[in-house]
């Protein structure tokens, strides 16, 4: 399954280096632009989750303690 995965990348990693290669200023250019928010969205969205269950807890742990 992994393979799959691994092949995806390389393809997204393929068509992004073809269109910013090609220097254009159309909105395939935009790509790259738009798959490194991709990242980044897909980045944060686990910290942030993390981090609210995190206040969640500690706010019902301080009212426990109160």
């Known amino acids: 399954m992994s ?5 995806q990348c390389a393809m997204c ?6 269109n910013v290669g ?4 159309e909105p395939e250019s935009d790509v790259g632009s738009g798959l490194n928010t991709g990242i980044l969205y ?7 989750l993390v981090g609210t269950i995190g206040f969640l807890w500690y706010k019902s742990s301080r009212k426990k303690n109160a």
């Open 3 to 7: 393979t799959t995965v691994n092949g």
């Open 13 to 18: 990693r393929a068509t992004v280096e073809s």
């Open 22 to 25: 090609t220097g254009s200023s």
């Open 42 to 48: 897909l980045m944060a969205i686990p910290y942030l």
